[in-house]
């Protein structure tokens, strides 16, 4: 197994429980108490799962989903909660969550829920459908690496260009508005207007050769936003 699982978990006695018991299911487990710290991990230990508590300090663990679902569509995200309200669960999924488990809850069900969701992450990868290179027109865009390639010739972009076309790949064929978008990308505490989105998007239809007035990849969506389609 020796698969790695980041725990971030403000609360100290749950924390080393489960600190404890992934350890002995044989685990390498690392940890944060705040979502900052959970968010730098996430992008420098590139865990095998994560364990994400929704109230943290310094950013929160919905941001934090957010945050790294911009950036690494197949990594593994259980929310652990004490908010039940199914609205809460729904929004947790719909930020990229592969599973949410209200608290209290029971150690025996964590631990096989991880199991399942490392188990699905293992198909993938053998099936070939977890890779990171996703490929469309003249582009090739490798996620774990960050890098974009566009007739075999590398293109260089900003953090948050690449923050905003990592997004679009990992929801293709899905419209979102423009206030959306910078939730997704820049956080819920950006000063900028929603139009930076029609900017950066300008500028990735350059780098990836899309046709500016009649985009086949990054498409305007009338009366909405932006969607991805991949072809």
């Known amino acids: 197994m020796n698969e790695k699982i980041l725990v971030v978990e403000d609360d100290p006695s749950i924390l080393r429980g489960l600190q404890l018991n992934l350890t002995m299911e044989g685990y390498r487990v ?3 108490m705040d979502g900052e710290t959970g968010l ?3 992008r420098s230990e590139r865990p095998d799962l994560l364990v994400v ?3 943290l300090p310094r950013l929160g663990g919905l941001e ?3 945050e790294v679902r911009a950036t690494d569509p197949d990594v593994p995200i259980v929310i652990l909660s004490a908010k ?3 609205s809460d669960k729904v929004t947790g999924l719909s930020l990229g969550a592969d599973d949410y488990i209200v608290k209290p809850f029971s150690l025996k069900e964590l631990l096989a829920r991880i199991d399942a969701a490392l188990r699905r992450r293992r198909v ?5 459908a977890g890779r990171s290179l996703r490929r469309f027109g003249r582009a090739e865009v490798d996620l774990a690496a960050r890098r974009l390639r566009v007739d075999g010739a590398p293109v260089e972009l900003t953090q948050k260009e690449y923050d905003l076309l990592a997004f679009f790949l990992s929801h293709p064929g899905r419209a979102f508005r423009r206030e959306e978008l910078v939730r997704a990308v820049w956080g ?3 000063e900028g207007t929603a139009r930076t989105v029609d900017n950066f998007v300008a500028r990735l239809r350059a780098h990836i050769g899309d046709d500016a007035d009649a985009p086949r990849y990054l498409e305007t969506v ?7 389609t991949p072809g």
């Open 124 to 128: 993938r990868g053998e099936t070939g």
């Open 53 to 55: 508590d929704v109230m």
């Open 40 to 42: 730098r991990l996430a």
């Open 188 to 190: 819920s505490s950006y």
């Open 84 to 86: 039940g309200h199914e």
């Open 64 to 66: 934090l989903v957010r």
């Open 30 to 32: 690392r940890s944060a």
């Open 222 to 228: 009338r009366g909405v936003g932006y969607r991805f």
